[in-house]
């Protein structure tokens, strides 16, 4: 029996420790405990329990116990309006402390028309929305327009001033200067536009300031680190909204459709302050955005002689920056990318200015794609010439490799391997671009394309050779047909037969003539054929850096030429005969005779200068090709047929039977030199 009520009691116990426990989740902490209506009516069904004095000891137990897990109930109301504090001793006893929740009477809105508290909010939304606002502002208040002005001037001196002074110390004041930069007022947004620049210049680091990883921010550092590390913070932040700004105000052109005369302002000034920060912060972080909005400006025709004032320099600074990036070759390749990028986009109608800034890329100076290979198999070192290191050796020399790694990384310096890898990456891009604008055929593009394939073509790889040579001939037929059908060629005409013809053999000129072979006669032909023209063109030792008087009604526009190395027709045209006689396998004894011919014609009619350099090459022909000789006599040769200067084809021409007679005419020239040089070519003849 003494088992039996005892396992009673322990059911007992279990099942109130239950029904207490889902009183507590049902009710909440400070409700009242106790049983409700379906824990009676659970009551009804438990088993009836003999009543005695074991069992009365047992339950008093098991209500002790449950007395403890009984939650503390409050009868001052709803428990939310209640907080218990912490217990305090008063004559001898422990009292609870309970206090009422204070609660903020809340206002009610007051009945308005709704017109000025409605203009307030929106007035703070614009001030959030755009930045500073000094109609806003209370110190602003209450001043006239001049004295606003000279307000603004001193506010910003102030702020710029101390930034420059200290910068880590006073780099909040930033942030208000920024966005004075943003604000509705043209005269603020002006003046803090440009007073940003010399700040961001003069407290920007000459290195790219990287994210901190999240084990980096959870290490302890010193003061002077958590210092140095708000400032880089708070530079980077306010440095990457200050170009985003500019990014923004430079989309404004002066042809842009719902624009006012303030836009077109701002979006000059913003691209000039790009323009200084792309130059002097070109290490820094978010320089592609700078990139960007050069590229963006240079891409449209100016409108206006402001607008051209800063297309120039926009010109120039990207040539700047290509000219100095000798060491390295990044600043080259993103420059590049986005130019190719923009010109297909605009499908190549841009000013030629545009491309010619291509040619001032001087990373690729030192550059041969095809030597390389070679240079990796002999620097390759055999596995017996190979120095024996053990696991530690190794070990020691992998993390000395690391620390130079960081160490190099933190220099900004580079090594061959990643400079080779940028060459190699620009070449591709520039060729690529220069193959796709070559297809295209846009009029202004064309000269300055040939240039730069003239000056970067020795360096094309065999795999896009053929597709080269095939659009140059092409280019060169589609002139000479137009010369056919006018009387003459126009100046530019005239250059890209030149062009084409030097590119040609330029592309050739570093190409192992043992595995590659090449036929260029039909260049020889488009030059033969051209040189009576020559003859003619009184523009033939001119170039854009010729000094020549200005057309005084004239816009500014036209005056300004590509500042970059753009030779003469006359040194095409020496630079072309020389390939072709000296550089490749084109030369031969019948077009030898041809040209010395037709270059005589031509040196009756050619400038002073121009007939120096054609004597100066006779006279190296001559050295080479014996049987011109026998062109400067009329004794001991066989006559066969009679010389047609008429054909434009050396082969048909039958040159073998022609006399130099304009020889003796040039021995009379005017100019002593030229008049030397042909006595002088005469007596090495006989």
């Keep these: 029996m003494g088992k039996r009520k005892i396992k009673r009691s322990v059911e007992l116990r279990h099942n109130k420790r239950q029904k207490d426990e889902d009183s ?12 409700d209506e379906e824990d009676d009516q659970m009551d009804q069904y438990e088993p009836e329990v003999e009543e005695n004095e074991d069992h009365d000891d047992v339950f008093d137990n098991d209500e002790e116990q449950d007395y403890e897990l009984k939650p503390r109930s409050f009868q001052h109301g709803e428990a939310q309006d209640l907080v218990e504090g912490l217990p305090i001793r008063k004559d001898g006893m422990i009292q609870r402390v309970v206090r009422e929740i204070e609660r903020k009477p809340v206002a009610e809105p007051e009945p308005s028309s709704g017109s000025e508290s409605e203009e307030e909010e929106k007035k703070e939304e614009t001030k959030d929305a755009d930045g500073f606002d000094d109609e806003l502002d209370e110190t602003y208040k209450d001043l006239t327009p001049t004295q606003r002005l000279i307000k603004t001037k001193e506010d910003i001196a102030t702020l710029a001033e101390g930034l420059i002074e200290d910068p880590e110390e006073n780099i909040i004041m930033i942030v208000r200067l920024r966005k004075m930069a943003s604000s509705r007022n043209p005269n603020t947004a002006k003046l803090a536009l440009l007073a940003l620049v010399p700040v961001f210049k003069s407290i920007s680091p000459a290195y790219r300031i990287r994210a901190l990883t999240e084990t980096e921010k959870r290490e302890k550092v010193s003061k002077e680190i958590q210092k140095l590390r708000f400032f880089e913070e708070n530079l980077i932040i306010n440095y990457r909204h200050y170009v985003n700004l500019l990014s923004a105000k430079s989309k404004v052109f002066f042809n842009s459709s719902k624009v006012t005369e303030l836009d077109i302002q701002l979006g000059l000034l913003a691209t000039n302050a790009a323009c200084e920060l792309a130059t002097s912060l070109r290490f820094f972080n978010y320089r592609s955005d700078l990139f960007q909005i050069l590229v963006r400006r240079i891409m449209r025709t100016p409108a206006n002689d402001t607008e051209y004032e800063l297309f120039e320099k926009c010109v120039k600074c990207l040539e700047e920056l290509l000219t100095e990036d000798y060491n390295h070759g990044d600043i080259s390749l993103e420059v590049i990318r986005l130019l190719s990028k923009s010109l297909k986009n605009r499908e190549f109608k841009v000013d030629e200015s545009t491309i010619n800034i291509l040619l001032s890329l001087e990373i690729l100076n030192d550059y041969d794609p095809n030597a390389r290979a070679e240079e990796k198999e002999q620097n390759r070192l055999r596995k017996k010439d190979r120095v024996h290191l053990s696991k530690k050796e190794k070990k020691q020399r992998k993390e000395k490799k690391l620390i130079d790694e960081e160490m190099r990384k933190a220099e900004l310096a580079i090594t061959a391997e990643e400079r080779e890898r940028n060459q190699a990456q620009i070449l591709k891009a520039l060729l690529t671009l220069y193959l796709e604008v070559l297809r295209a055929k846009p009029e202004k593009l064309m000269a300055p394309v040939l240039e730069g394939l003239a000056k970067f073509g020795h360096q094309v790889n065999i795999d896009l050779m053929g597709d080269f040579l095939q659009v140059l001939r092409e280019v060169s037929e589609d002139l ?13 005409h005239l250059r890209q037969i030149l062009l084409c013809i030097v590119t040609s053999f330029s592309l050739i000129a570093n190409l192992p003539t043992k595995k590659v072979s090449m036929d260029l006669n039909r260049f020889v032909e488009y030059l033969y054929s051209i040189l009576p023209i020559l003859s003619q063109d009184v523009e033939l030792e001119f170039s854009h850096k010729s000094l020549r008087l200005i057309d005084p009604f004239a816009s500014k526009a036209t005056i300004f030429k590509p500042n970059v190395n753009i030779s003469t027709k006359s040194e095409l045209l020496l630079r072309s ?8 396998k084109s030369g031969s004894k019948k077009r030898a005779l041809g040209f010395t011919k037709r270059l005589y014609l031509n ?14 090459f006779l006279e190296k022909l001559l050295g080479r090709y014996e049987e011109v000789k026998g062109l400067y006599t009329t004794e001991d040769r066989i006559q066969n047929g009679i010389y047609h200067a008429e054909i434009d084809e050396v082969e048909r021409a039958n040159p073998d039977v022609a006399v130099l007679w304009e020889n003796v005419l ?3 020239h005017y100019c002593p030199t030229v008049a030397m040089g042909a006595k002088s070519l005469m007596n090495k003849a006989k």
């Design 666 to 668: 040039l021995e009379k």
């Design 480 to 492: 000479l047909d137009i010369s056919k059908n006018e009387t003459n060629l126009s100046n530019n």
């Design 24 to 35: 507590k989740l049902a009710d909440g902490l400070f409700n009242k405990y106790g049983k």
């Design 603 to 616: 040196l009756l009619q050619f400038p002073e200068k121009t007939s120096i350099a054609t004597l100066k």
């Design 577 to 584: 005969m020389d390939s072709i006689f000296f550089n490749s």
